[in-house]
């Protein structure tokens, strides 16, 4: 498992540089929806994209963002990549500083895996609740927002309950407490005489 634990620091690396492709690909992929509008002096055509910014009809003072489905169906996938890779980005910097990864490695990762489910809903929903015209509840919330508040926040304290019950043998163990009480007296001992 040591060796695993090596190659950690380049797995994380791995996914940073994959969070940026992703966020590359989010600037490149041309905003939804456009219309083609050819002026009227020249005759050149110049797009106008509509995604954003434009005038409410019944309100003109405010401007909104038209059809969400249109706008959001190119990037969605994007959106839903960047939140796996996060979830992982974020479990692999909590196994950084585990001593002895291979007693915790298992329920680490089902954590991830149970993030990563319900983070899969929480999107899936959302793009059922951008088709739908009627929006169903669920205890209140649309269900994106039941997902997240009801499963994805009360679900963080798996990794807090784990890293409370693993603390003491994998991140902190005796020895290395043993150890620092014999640096800090060490320390004490030496500069003892110092004013």
Do not use: N
């Amino acid at each position: 498992m040591m060796e695993q634990s090596s190659r950690l620091p380049h797995i994380l690396f791995g996914l940073l540089l994959a969070l940026c492709v992703v966020l590359a690909l989010a600037f490149i992929i041309e905003e939804v929806p456009f219309e083609d509008v050819p002026s009227a002096t020249d005759g050149e055509v110049a797009r106008l994209y509509t995604g954003h910014g434009t005038a409410h009809g019944r309100f003109p003072s405010m401007d909104h963002g038209g059809a969400g489905l249109e706008r959001h169906t190119p990037i969605l996938w994007l959106a839903w990549s960047f939140g796996l890779l996060q979830i992982a980005l974020i479990l692999g910097c909590l196994a950084l500083g585990v001593k002895h990864l291979e007693r915790v490695w298992a329920p680490l990762v089902a954590c991830g895996v149970f993030f990563m489910v319900i983070f899969t809903m929480m999107v899936v929903t959302y793009r059922g609740y951008l088709d739908e015209v009627a929006h169903p509840l669920f205890f209140s919330l649309p269900a994106p927002t039941a997902w997240f508040l009801y499963g994805f926040w009360p679900g963080e304290f798996l990794v807090v309950t784990l890293f409370v019950l693993v603390f003491s043998r994998s991140i902190v163990t005796r020895a290395d407490l043993e150890r620092f009480r014999e640096v800090v007296v060490a320390h004490r001992r030496r500069h003892a005489g110092d004013p």
